[in-house]
């Protein structure tokens, strides 16, 4: 039959006797099988018999198939397992005494249920059998609740099994494990009994089938898809030769074909004429002509080189012109999620929509960041585990005392969030525009117990699918790092602390953390009995507290705010007077205020959400009414009437009643310490200001606070929703990166950095755009601190230190530590070579075509670091062959490319120079602080591995220096090969083999190109390159004998050294 229901062909069975079991082998090939001793193979083309399968036990019930095998289950109970090609058996389970009732296969496992014989007469076996395919023989046996008649594997997340009565019972459970009596659940059916149950491919949807004719679906959503690719299924329509409907002749879309006509080869009324039917295909746009310059022509082919005036299969075309309300950021292309949506039906804006990376065969290089990032900020990539706390990392970045306080730090402990960061912002300042990474941060993060108690460590699933409510995730993880920096930070000067890091900010006692985020509070309980209680301490932030009232009231942010800091509940508390728990009333008042004021906005249910959403509306009324205005009807009066309204005495007014809409939070607030340990708290406004100078300020204790940052959580239900921050970069920043001195509102939305209006960071539309972390700032607060950035890393981390590794041996020694006296300079030359083992393989996907795309990278780690001298006596010995211990799972050690074994990064088995990331990622930043050039192939994914930013002009990378535009990279194996006679990377690559070769490569290239002074003559040799890898099908020839590293003479130079 066909999907909608019409029968295709009948097939009479001349033989059969009573047909049980039919199985789809391939797209046109069905098996047939009964109660009769041959099964029978038709092909569904030609609707014939191809072939007759003689089976030695007749009575075939139940046919299943797997890659290895057809599976028959026969009446006599028992499981025949058949060859694919030949239907010979080649195994034989006897599953049950009595009979069969069904089974099914998953996997290396085969479940079965059936009947018993049990006093002459056959009995319901409540023991599943259970086989294992690897070994051929049965495990131990499934005792289930119910009388199983049918069953199911649901390979969904586990091998579920599904195990359902003919009474209705159906029990879920594990086919290796226990079943449990909860598990249990009951269908209704309209008939007496179950007579047919199956499972959708898609694994969404169950079918029951009763005595009654009626089928009973359950699926886990009302949207359930039954198969991968499904389509809406398509019912014959009923006879209507009977009775014809009327059609009327005024509707355009209703389709003449309801009328049922004979097959004619006349000519109908309703065909167009001829001359009004002509074709017209669609017209071809007109060829580059660049592309026409360019051509070459051989026979009737032409070929040109691609102009790259267009991005990569981009195809010109034309959108109507929508008037959306929403989408009107035309600059940044949309994002890959979704394009199939239409914009106008769309309510988030394309800059706040998640951004992913599309990735190709060359990874990252051609994906063009630039389109997102016009700025010269670093954007941080979104890709790995746990980034979901980018935005949150750039307010702290861009907090000046913050910023410069981290790079001030430098400890000892191996992971320490503190020094991560700071190596992080490092980056940061480095980078003109290109997208940073927080691998390592996020790295030293997933090791701290207390984020993952904390539950802010997100599984790689939640995280896609967006299970995990942002909002809450992020204001949790505000309120840890701001902990833990402090905590960090206090440790800084304790004996882990580097020589020359400690802190020019850092008073004994507390740390500048505290200084600029603590506020110390007094928490006072009264209890009824009349004994009060007061204790004083400190915290680094506020949570909003709301109203409970149910009456609609205006409140001001400032209200709000206040009733936060000095919050006043009842809850009950041990008294001492008493000797028990009482109520008590505990209050909060400020003893002294922040220097920088951090709010977690708790807006995690549609109450507060609505309470935001009311006062907005109220503060909205009020603009209006205070410029002098009614409230406008609609957008276009609005535009027309607002630049007649206005006030010299009133707030700032915004270019349109637009950027009105949505706005509770002010710009800025003033908050007053009085006598009595009270606080004021007002809205500020900047035509309100009275001249006051900082020292009068502090006196009065008088503080008003600027709007430095807020994130927002964005609501998406295609993507899981994300996080984003609108940022107020300060004017040092612009002086650093662009020479100029202004301040610019900015919204971060992981590597996408777009200029916004002001208004934009406090308009909050509920439904899609929530407020999660407010931070205010004093005014003249970098007046305050010393801001000057002195480098912690000293020479001293190159000298020779402890392995990690219990049994290494010196003899084992791979690498001479640098002297004092060959201390390396600005210049100077330094091989590099790195390995790398895979953490998590990549996630990719096959297109209808055939091509891969790679929806997620796989996840590298650094395995070993080399760095060999370019110069001096002792030219090509290595100074640093450093093995990066991991405490992370790896799952490729990548043997054959990076020669790295498994046990070579165990400390309690590696013979190798073992030390910690951190501990070779000072001596690799100490080198490029001081200024030497890293010579190496391909160092550019090295350095991103390893999580640095190196200036390009300390880079020579020998993949660039031998490459012809528009032409493939060479290796280095064929590099050397070529030019220097050697033949390397044998078996497996090694690091300092590859570092030694790559800084010849460099003389070699100095030598042929006279130091860069000819290039005409280089690009010769280069030519010739490229005709010979060509010949060679770019591979080495196989050499007589592999010379072993060990056998080098520089290697016995090391040891001799």
Same mark, same amino acid.
């Given at each position: 039959?066909?999907?909608?229901?019409?029968?295709?062909?009948?097939?009479?069975?001349? /033989?059969?006797?009573?047909?049980?079991?039919?199985?789809?082998?391939?797209?046109?090939?069905?098996?047939?099988?009964?109660?009769?001793?041959?099964?029978?193979?038709?092909?569904?083309?030609?609707?014939?018999?191809?072939?007759?399968?003689?089976? +030695?036990?007749?009575?075939?019930?139940?046919?299943?198939?797997?890659?290895?095998?057809?599976?028959?289950?026969?009446?006599?109970?028992?499981?025949?397992?058949?060859?694919?090609?030949?239907?010979?058996?080649?195994?034989?389970?006897?599953?049950?005494?009595?009979?069969?009732?069904?089974?099914?296969?998953?996997?290396?496992?085969?479940?079965?249920?059936?009947?018993?014989?049990?006093?002459?007469?056959?009995?319901?076996?409540?023991?599943?059998?259970?086989?294992?395919?690897?070994?051929?023989? =049965?495990?131990?046996?499934?005792?289930?609740?119910?009388?199983?008649?049918?069953?199911?594997?649901?390979?969904?997340?586990?091998?579920?099994?599904?195990?359902?009565?003919?009474?209705?019972?159906?029990?879920?459970?594990?086919?290796?494990?226990?079943?449990?009596?909860?598990?249990?659940?009951?269908?209704?059916?309209?008939?007496?009994?179950?007579?047919?149950?199956?499972?959708?491919?898609?694994?969404?949807?169950?079918?029951?089938?009763?005595? +009654?004719?009626?089928?009973?679906?359950?699926?886990?959503?009302?949207?359930?898809?039954?198969?991968?690719?499904?389509?809406?299924?398509?019912?014959?329509?009923?006879?209507?030769?009977?009775?014809?409907?009327?059609?009327?002749?005024?509707?355009?879309?209703?389709?003449?074909?309801?009328?049922?006509?004979?097959?004619?080869?006349?000519?109908?009324?309703?065909?167009?004429?001829?001359?009004?039917?002509?074709?017209?295909?669609?017209?071809?746009?007109?060829?580059?002509?660049?592309?026409?310059?360019?051509?070459?022509?051989?026979?009737?082919?032409?070929?040109?080189?691609?102009?790259?005036?267009?991005?990569?299969?981009?195809?010109?075309?034309?959108?109507?012109?929508?008037?959306?309300?929403?989408?009107?950021?035309?600059?940044?292309?949309?994002?890959?999620?979704?394009?199939? /949506?239409?914009?106008?039906?769309?309510?988030?804006?394309?800059?706040?929509?998640?951004?992913? *990376?599309?990735?190709?065969?060359?990874?990252?290089?051609?994906?063009?960041?630039?389109?997102?990032?016009?700025?010269?900020?670093?954007?941080?990539?979104?890709?790995?585990?746990?980034?979901?706390?980018?935005?949150?990392?750039?307010?702290?970045?861009?907090?000046?005392?913050?910023?410069?306080? *981290?790079?001030?730090?430098?400890?000892?402990?191996?992971?320490?969030?503190?020094?991560?960061?700071?190596?992080?912002?490092?980056?940061?300042?480095?980078?003109?525009?290109?997208?940073?990474?927080?691998?390592?941060?996020?790295?030293?993060?997933?090791?701290?117990?207390?984020?993952?108690?904390?539950?802010?460590?997100?599984?790689?699933?939640?995280?896609?699918?967006?299970?995990?409510?942002?909002?809450?995730?992020?204001?949790?993880?505000?309120?840890?790092?701001?902990?833990?920096?402090?905590?960090?930070?206090?440790?800084?000067?304790?004996?882990?602390?580097?020589?020359?890091?400690?802190?020019?900010?850092?008073?004994?006692?507390?740390?500048?953390?505290?200084?600029?985020?603590?506020?110390?509070?007094?928490?006072?309980?009264?209890?009824?009995?009349?004994?009060?209680?007061?204790?004083?301490?400190?915290?680094?932030?506020?949570?909003?507290?709301?109203?409970?009232?149910?009456?609609?009231?205006?409140?001001?942010?400032?209200?709000?705010?206040?009733?936060?800091?000095?919050? +006043?509940?009842?809850?009950?508390?041990?008294?001492?007077?008493?000797?028990?728990?009482?109520?008590?009333?505990?209050?909060?008042?400020?003893?002294?205020?922040?220097?920088?004021?951090? *709010?977690?906005?708790?807006?995690?249910?549609?109450?507060?959400?609505?309470?935001?959403?009311?006062?907005?509306?109220?503060?909205?009324?009020?603009?209006?009414?205070?410029?002098?205005?009614?409230?406008?009807?609609?957008?276009?009066?609005?535009?027309?009437?607002?630049?007649?309204?206005?006030?010299?005495?009133?707030?700032?007014?915004?270019?349109?009643?637009?950027?009105?809409?949505?706005?509770?939070?002010?710009?800025?607030?003033?908050?007053?310490?009085?006598?009595?340990?009270?606080?004021?708290?007002?809205?500020?406004?900047?035509?309100?200001?009275?001249?006051?100078?900082?020292?009068?300020?502090?006196?009065?204790?008088?503080?008003?606070?600027?709007?430095?940052?807020?994130?927002?959580?964005?609501?998406?239900?295609?993507?899981?929703?994300?996080?984003?921050?609108?940022?107020?970069?300060?004017?040092?920043?612009?002086?650093?990166?662009?020479?100029?001195?202004?301040?610019?509102?900015?919204?971060?939305?992981?590597?996408?950095?777009?200029?916004?209006?002001?208004?934009?960071?406090?308009?909050?539309?509920?439904?899609?755009?929530?407020?999660?972390?407010?931070?205010?700032?004093?005014?003249?607060?970098?007046?305050?601190?010393?801001?000057?950035?002195?480098?912690?890393?000293?020479?001293?981390?190159?000298?020779?230190?402890?392995?990690?590794?219990?049994?290494?041996?010196?003899?084992?020694?791979?690498?001479?530590?640098?002297?004092?006296?060959?201390?390396?300079?600005?210049?100077?030359?330094?091989?590099?070579?790195?390995?790398?083992?895979?953490?998590?393989?990549?996630?990719? +996907?096959?297109?209808?075509?055939?091509?891969?795309?790679?929806?997620?990278?796989?996840?590298?780690?650094? =395995?070993?670091?080399?760095?060999?001298?370019?110069?001096?006596?002792?030219?090509?010995?290595?100074?640093?062959?450093?093995? *990066?211990?991991?405490?992370?799972?790896?799952?490729?050690?990548?043997?054959?490319?990076?020669?790295?074994?498994?046990?070579?990064?165990?400390?309690?088995?590696?013979?190798?120079?073992?030390?910690?990331?951190?501990?070779?990622?000072?001596?690799?930043?100490?080198?490029?602080?001081?200024?030497?050039?890293?010579?190496?192939?391909?160092?550019?994914?090295?350095?991103?591995?390893?999580?640095?930013?190196?200036?390009?002009?300390?880079?020579?990378?020998?993949?660039?220096?031998?490459?012809?535009?528009?032409?493939?990279?060479?290796?280095?194996?064929?590099?050397?090969?070529?030019?220097?006679?050697?033949?390397?990377?044998?078996?497996?690559?090694?690091?300092?083999?590859?570092?030694?070769?790559?800084?010849?490569?460099?003389?070699?290239?100095?030598?042929?190109?006279?130091?860069?002074?000819?290039?005409?003559?280089?690009?010769?040799?280069?030519?010739?390159?490229?005709?010979?890898?060509?010949?060679?099908?770019?591979?080495?020839?196989?050499?007589?004998?592999?010379?072993?590293?060990?056998?080098?003479?520089?290697?016995?130079?090391?040891?001799?050294?």
């Amino acid at each position: 039959m066909a999907r909608g229901g019409l029968i295709i062909f009948d097939y009479l069975l001349d /033989e059969s006797e009573d047909m049980h079991s039919l199985l789809v082998t391939e797209s046109s090939t069905l098996l047939v099988g009964g109660l009769q001793n041959h099964v029978l193979e038709i092909d569904l083309n030609t609707v014939q018999e191809t072939q007759k399968y003689a089976v +030695e036990v007749p009575g075939i019930t139940i046919m299943r198939q797997s890659s290895r095998f057809f599976f028959c289950g026969h009446t006599s109970g028992k499981v025949s397992l058949r060859d694919l090609r030949t239907f010979k058996v080649e195994h034989e389970f006897d599953a049950f005494s009595g009979s069969l009732s069904d089974f099914d296969v998953h996997g290396n496992l085969l479940a079965a249920c059936g009947f018993s014989s049990r006093l002459s007469g056959l009995a319901c076996d409540r023991f599943l059998k259970v086989y294992d395919l690897r070994m051929m023989r =049965a495990i131990t046996p499934l005792q289930v609740h119910v009388d199983p008649a049918f069953l199911r594997f649901i390979p969904t997340y586990t091998s579920r099994l599904a195990i359902i009565s003919q009474t209705g019972q159906c029990q879920f459970c594990e086919p290796t494990g226990l079943a449990n009596p909860a598990d249990i659940f009951h269908v209704n059916p309209v008939g007496p009994l179950l007579m047919t149950f199956d499972v959708s491919a898609s694994k969404q949807a169950l079918a029951f089938g009763d005595s +009654e004719g009626c089928v009973h679906l359950w699926a886990d959503s009302p949207e359930a898809s039954f198969n991968p690719y499904s389509r809406e299924t398509e019912f014959a329509l009923p006879c209507l030769v009977d009775s014809l409907p009327p059609l009327d002749w005024n509707q355009d879309l209703l389709p003449l074909s309801l009328i049922p006509v004979p097959l004619t080869t006349d000519t109908l009324l309703s065909d167009w004429p001829a001359a009004n039917s002509a074709p017209a295909p669609r017209r071809a746009p007109p060829v580059d002509a660049e592309i026409l310059r360019t051509m070459k022509k051989v026979g009737f082919i032409g070929y040109a080189p691609n102009p790259r005036t267009r991005l990569r299969n981009q195809i010109p075309y034309r959108l109507k012109e929508l008037d959306s309300e929403f989408d009107n950021f035309s600059q940044v292309p949309e994002s890959p999620i979704g394009r199939e /949506e239409e914009p106008h039906l769309y309510m988030v804006s394309k800059k706040y929509r998640k951004v992913t *990376i599309k990735y190709s065969k060359l990874g990252l290089e051609d994906f063009d960041f630039k389109h997102y990032n016009k700025t010269l900020f670093a954007g941080l990539e979104p890709h790995i585990p746990n980034a979901y706390c980018n935005c949150m990392i750039q307010v702290l970045y861009f907090l000046e005392p913050v910023r410069c306080l *981290i790079q001030n730090h430098l400890c000892q402990k191996e992971f320490c969030l503190g020094c991560e960061l700071g190596f992080l912002f490092h980056m940061l300042d480095l980078s003109r525009g290109d997208p940073c990474q927080g691998s390592n941060f996020l790295r030293a993060f997933r090791t701290i117990p207390e984020a993952s108690a904390l539950g802010l460590i997100l599984a790689d699933s939640d995280e896609v699918s967006g299970k995990g409510n942002l909002a809450r995730l992020i204001q949790r993880w505000n309120r840890f790092i701001l902990t833990q920096l402090h905590q960090d930070m206090q440790e800084l000067e304790g004996p882990q602390a580097y020589r020359g890091a400690g802190g020019s900010f850092c008073s004994s006692g507390d740390s500048v953390i505290g200084q600029l985020f603590s506020c110390e509070v007094e928490n006072c309980s009264l209890c009824r009995c009349g004994k009060e209680t007061v204790r004083v301490s400190s915290t680094l932030l506020f949570t909003l507290s709301y109203p409970e009232n149910k009456s609609v009231k205006n409140y001001d942010f400032a209200q709000v705010l206040k009733r936060s800091i000095c919050l +006043e509940q009842n809850t009950q508390a041990w008294c001492e007077n008493c000797e028990k728990y009482q109520p008590t009333v505990q209050t909060r008042n400020i003893r002294r205020l922040p220097d920088v004021l951090v *709010i977690n906005c708790e807006v995690n249910s549609s109450k507060e959400a609505d309470f935001w959403k009311l006062q907005a509306e109220f503060a909205f009324k009020m603009a209006v009414k205070k410029a002098g205005g009614e409230i406008p009807k609609n957008k276009e009066s609005a535009l027309a009437d607002w630049k007649d309204l206005g006030s010299p005495k009133g707030r700032p007014l915004c270019t349109s009643i637009e950027e009105l809409k949505n706005v509770w939070l002010p710009y800025s607030i003033q908050m007053k310490l009085t006598k009595n340990k009270g606080l004021d708290v007002s809205n500020w406004t900047d035509g309100d200001e009275v001249l006051q100078s900082p020292l009068r300020e502090e006196e009065d204790n008088v503080c008003v606070y600027d709007l430095m940052a807020t994130v927002v959580h964005i609501l998406d239900s295609r993507t899981g929703g994300s996080l984003v921050g609108h940022i107020k970069v300060g004017e040092t920043y612009h002086q650093r990166k662009e020479g100029v001195t202004h301040q610019q509102w900015y919204l971060f939305n992981d590597f996408l950095i777009e200029p916004v209006d002001k208004c934009e960071a406090v308009q909050f539309d509920m439904s899609w755009k929530v407020p999660a972390i407010l931070y205010y700032v004093k005014r003249n607060l970098n007046t305050k601190y010393n801001l000057s950035i002195k480098n912690p890393i000293e020479a001293s981390v190159l000298l020779a230190e402890a392995s990690l590794a219990r049994k290494q041996r010196k003899t084992h020694a791979t690498f001479i530590p640098l002297m004092l006296s060959e201390m390396p300079q600005a210049g100077d030359l330094v091989g590099l070579d790195a390995e790398f083992v895979t953490l998590n393989e990549e996630e990719a +996907e096959l297109r209808s075509d055939g091509t891969k795309s790679t929806i997620k990278p796989s996840q590298m780690s650094v =395995a070993r670091i080399t760095c060999v001298r370019g110069q001096g006596p002792n030219e090509g010995i290595p100074f640093i062959d450093d093995y *990066i211990s991991t405490q992370e799972q790896v799952v490729d050690y990548l043997t054959q490319y990076s020669g790295i074994k498994p046990g070579d990064l165990d400390a309690k088995i590696s013979s190798k120079h073992l030390t910690t990331l951190k501990s070779t990622y000072l001596k690799l930043r100490f080198l490029i602080d001081i200024g030497v050039k890293f010579v190496g192939h391909g160092l550019q994914k090295d350095f991103r591995v390893i999580n640095l930013m190196v200036p390009k002009d300390q880079v020579i990378d020998t993949v660039y220096l031998f490459h012809m535009p528009r032409k493939r990279m060479i290796s280095l194996r064929f590099l050397a090969w070529y030019f220097l006679d050697l033949k390397i990377q044998g078996e497996t690559h090694d690091s300092i083999e590859d570092a030694r070769t790559a800084l010849q490569l460099y003389r070699k290239y100095l030598e042929l190109s006279k130091n860069g002074s000819e290039p005409e003559s280089f690009h010769k040799v280069l030519k010739g390159l490229y005709e010979k890898g060509r010949k060679m099908d770019w591979k080495v020839p196989e050499p007589d004998g592999q010379a072993s590293p060990k056998n080098s003479a520089v290697y016995s130079t090391v040891l001799a050294l």
